[in-house]
């Protein structure tokens, strides 16, 4: 089974709207951690925001904010007010294993393409 | 701060001949740094990992004789594709990580072209 499922291969937002983006994983460890990342089509990979399993609020960075339903095993990505910069790919990913506890892998989604409309 | 360097960003190259990437890291200590490969249009896939000082563990599938990893020191670690195929043609992308850290600072990437 897929670790984690992006099930939006493409998406379209208006200039200014909000936009969110699926991610489900699928773990049995009960520490892990959930990322996602952009990349524009320089390919660099831009860190956007982390949630910790164990964390009791969503996490938010500025216009970006995970909805993470633990029971669901669900982190959606939601950008609000979106600009035309945000036009990139977006990666979800996952760390198994508690943090503060050496590197670990990251296992990522296949990514959802984000075109925002002006 | 957390930069990570991939030198060089495109590299093209005849079959047969052998061609490194370097990852470094600028201003922090990587203890361990990751490999990954990157098709036209899909995912990030993990190549190996490799920590300072010891030999790179490899992903299922991955050869090792032909993406030699090698990670002298805290701030640099280097992929040679050796013998490479036109099929090596690929985004690879490095990433470092800070000892007792759970978050990995991406390279900037490097195109690999094998005619």
């Known amino acids: 089974a897929q670790k984690i499922t992006q099930t939006q291969p493409g998406m379209f937002v208006q200039e200014k709207e909000a936009v969110t983006l699926d991610c489900t994983y699928d773990?049995?460890?009960?520490?892990?951690?959930l990322f996602w990342y952009k990349q524009p089509s320089s390919g660099e990979m831009i860190f956007l925001i982390y949630?910790?399993?164990?964390?009791?609020q969503n996490a938010t960075e500025g216009r970006y904010s995970l909805n993470f339903q633990k029971a669901r095993k669900s982190a959606n990505l939601v950008i609000s007010a979106s600009q035309l910069g945000d036009s990139a790919m977006y990666f979800c990913?996952?760390?198994?294993?508690?943090?503060?506890?050496?590197?670990?892998?990251?296992?990522f989604g296949k990514g959802t393409k984000l075109s925002v409309i002006p | 701060g957390a930069v990570v360097s991939q030198h060089p960003s495109r590299v093209i190259c005849k079959s047969g001949t052998s061609v490194k990437i370097e990852c470094r890291s600028l201003?922090?200590?990587?203890?361990?740094m990751f490999w990954y490969r990157q098709f036209p249009k899909k995912s990030l896939m993990l190549m190996a990992t490799?920590?300072?000082?010891?030999?790179?563990?490899?992903e299922q599938g991955v050869e090792k004789d032909k993406f030699l990893i090698n990670h002298a020191s805290l701030t640099l670690s280097t992929l040679t594709v050796t013998s490479a195929h036109p099929e090596d043609s690929s985004f690879y992308i490095c990433?470092?990580?800070?000892?007792?850290?759970?978050?990995?600072?991406f390279g900037p990437g490097t195109r690999l072209t094998v005619t």
């Open positions: 990433s470092a990580s800070r000892e007792v850290s759970y978050e990995q600072y």
């Open positions: 773990t049995s460890d009960p520490s892990y951690g």
């Open positions: 949630q910790g399993s164990y964390d009791q």
């Open positions: 990913a996952m760390r198994e294993g508690p943090s503060g506890a050496g590197s670990y892998q990251l296992t």
């Open positions: 201003d922090f200590q990587a203890t361990t």
């Open positions: 490799s920590n300072e000082g010891s030999k790179a563990t490899y």
